[in-house]
């Protein structure tokens, strides 16, 4: 199993520009979910999704879009990217077992705005 | 509301314990984690307790939970270099997506 894959790695954007970040997961898992982590602030929950077709907002959805059309692939697309977008992406899968949620992380993707 | 804190920095020797420290606010959580995210590299899942715990042990990992005080604590027992990461703390809140609240991390320095 691969886990969880992100593409790009690195990317940088010019303000106004848009782009997709790409998620996938070979696990079968029901849950996604996008973060971003910026320094002295931990994890901040952007949208996630508990199946295919289905999508919610997090803490920070602004500025984002996500879209769920198979179970393995959770693509987030910035519309018209923002300096204050700079920062570490992350994108997790989970499976519920009762009331535990267990995250499994991709590598993340280092995104600069300019 | 919603809250995790961590202190930002800990710095250890080599073969000591590390204690790492972590207050939550929310008392409907039913789970609570602790992450590890070394250099460069996503969030690895080190452990968790379940609320109804006070301690559990993982072979070098310990962790004490007092619902009382919202508290929560990592006890890394000899700590080697290889454990220099960031810990992040995360509870798990109740409800249909049983969502992650993160703290900010505790950067963990190991010197010989």
């Known amino acids: 199993n691969a886990g969880v894959t992100q593409t790009p790695k690195f990317q940088v954007l010019k303000t106004g520009q848009s782009m997709t970040l790409q998620c996938a997961q070979d696990m079968n898992h029901e849950y996604m979910s996008w973060y971003r982590q910026d320094p002295g602030m931990g994890l901040r929950l952007i949208h996630y999704s508990v199946g295919a077709g289905i999508t919610d907002q997090g803490e920070v959805p602004n500025g984002y879009n996500v879209s769920r059309s198979t179970t393995e692939d959770f693509p987030l697309r910035l519309l018209s990217a923002a300096p204050s977008q700079t920062s570490v992406y992350f994108c997790?899968?989970?499976?519920?077992?009762?009331?535990?949620?267990?995250?499994?992380f991709g590598p993340g993707t280092r995104l600069t705005v300019l | 509301g919603e809250d995790v804190e961590q202190s930002l920095f800990l710095s250890v020797r080599e073969g000591d314990s590390s204690v790492i420290n972590c207050t939550y606010t929310?008392?409907?959580?039913?789970?609570l984690y602790w992450y590890k995210q070394e250099p460069g590299a996503g969030l690895q899942l080190l452990t968790y307790?379940?609320?109804?715990?006070d301690m559990k042990q993982d072979q070098r990992l310990t962790v004490l939970l007092n619902k009382k005080d919202k508290h929560l604590s990592l006890r890394i027992a000899d700590t080697q270099t290889g454990d220099s990461a960031i810990y992040f703390c995360a509870e798990n809140l109740d409800g249909g997506y049983n969502k992650l609240i993160f703290g900010a991390g505790t950067r963990l320095a190991v010197h010989p």
């Open positions: 929310d008392s409907s959580s039913t789970y």
């Open positions: 307790i379940f609320s109804n715990m």
């Open positions: 997790a899968s989970s499976y519920r077992q009762g009331a535990r949620n267990e995250q499994f």
